[in-house]
Structures are given as C-alpha cells and as structure tokens.
T-cell receptor
Framework: DVKVTQSSRYLVKRTGEKVFLECVQDMDHENMFWYRQDPGLGLRLIYFSYDVKMKEKGDIPEGYSVSREKKERFSLILESASTNQTSMYLC????????????FGDGTRLSIL | GDSVTQMEGPVTLSEEAFLTINCTYTATGYPSLFWYVQYPGEGLQLLLKATKADDKGSNKGFEATYRKETTSFHLEKGSVQVSDSAVYFCALEGQNFVFGPGTRLSVLP
C-alpha cells in the first residue's frame, strides 16, 4: 500500500516563525501536492510538484513556499507564520495520469498563536 | 475552469437509512471522478472512482455512477452504519485535480 507520511500530526508555532511541514511518500510517485483544509472551504491546493526541483503554484500560494530536493520528499514552508495560516494541512502524492488517485497523509493540524 | 459542487451538509441519518450525496461537476473533456472519505482525525482515503461515462464505482457498500449527460456522480448507500460517519469529498481529475467542499455525514444509532 502507498504510504504518505507527514512528520507531525499536531504543531503549535508563534506568529512570525518560519515553519516547515514535511511529507514523505514511499511509492516513487512523481506528483506531490500540499492542500489546506478549512471548515466550509474544503480542500484548497497550495502548491504541487510534478518532478524533483519542480514546483507549481496552486490556488492559494501566498505566504507559502515549497521544496522538492528528492523525489520522495515534499516540504511546505511558511516563511513568516500568521494566525490566518492556522489550518489542517494535507499532503498527497500520485502517479501521472487521470486514472490513478491521489493518496493522502493523515494531515498536520497547525496552530499559529 | 473545472469545478465540483456537492450538496451542503451536514447530513444526519439513522442507522440503516438510505444515503444519497449529490455531486455535479463542470469540466472540459472527459475527467475521471472520485469519492474520497475522511474519518475523524485522519487524512482522505479513496472510496471509489470511475474513469469514463456509465462506469459504476463501488466499495464498502457505496456506489456512484458516472453520468455524463447530467454531469453527475452521486454517492449512494442502501443502508448506512454508525461507522460511516465521516466527511465525503467528490473530486475530479481533468486538467487539474479538483475537490468539492465536502459533505459531513452523521449516522445515529
């Protein structure tokens, strides 16, 4: 089975801190994604990557950056955390092509104080 | 661009009731369609999928049929259980991967 592992289930940080959320997948998937999930808004795509060192902006990239130095790892970075970035963050991976679904990690619930 | 619309929740049912969660989509071409389920405290899990018109996806008693004429992919289950309480997301993969807003289902014993 595909496993997508997010490094933390719960994280509490302070406003202005630089925050790193890590995600690792073990199935050699080319595609990796970061979403945030908020009540009433569903999942919103922050960034995605189709290959090592490649990144593409999603729908809400402002205030975030990403890093994909290795195929299995996709990091989300909050450059200067703000309270409106308190959310559930979900990482996903997939192979290219429309018939194969995205596989999700269990999520990181991030609170910015 | 591509989009997915789901019925507003929350949906509250008694155990063994019939479930329908409506999903309609807008997309160019022929997207693949998915239903994901998110149990409390967990990430999303793929529940079922359909890749072309008239395909029926099924899993764990849930079914959904890809209806191109009505651009719909409604989720159904004949008899829900308390353990089905979760948030259900309809999604499509066309030019991009797009999720609906989710529908929270609560099943009461």
């Amino acid at each position: 089975d595909v496993k997508v592992t997010q490094s933390s289930r719960y994280l509490v940080k302070r406003t202005g801190e630089k925050v790193f959320l890590e995600c690792v997948q073990d199935m050699d998937h080319e595609n990796m994604f970061w979403y945030r999930q908020d009540p009433g808004l569903g999942l919103r795509l922050i960034y995605f990557s189709y290959d090592v060192k490649m990144k593409e902006k999603g729908d809400i990239p402002e205030g975030y950056s990403v890093s994909r130095e290795k195929k299995e790892r996709f990091s989300l970075i909050l450059e200067s955390a703000s309270t409106n970035q308190t959310s559930m963050y979900l990482c996903a991976s997939s192979l290219p092509g429309g018939e194969l679904p995205q596989h999700f990690g269990d999520g990181t619930r991030l609170s910015i104080l | 661009g591509d989009s997915v619309t789901q019925m507003e929740g929350p949906v509250t049912l008694s155990e063994e009731a019939f479930l329908t969660i409506n999903c309609t989509y807008t997309a160019t071409g022929y997207p693949s369609l998915f239903w994901y389920v998110q149990y409390p405290g967990e990430g999303l899990q793929l529940l079922l999928k359909a890749t072309k018109a008239d395909d029926k996806g099924s899993n764990k008693g849930f079914e959904a049929t890809y209806r191109k004429e009505t651009t719909s992919f409604h989720l159904e289950k004949g008899s829900v259980q308390v353990s089905d309480s979760a948030v259900y997301f309809c999604a499509l993969e066309g030019q991009n991967f797009v999720f609906g807003p989710g529908t929270r289902l609560s099943v009461l014993p």
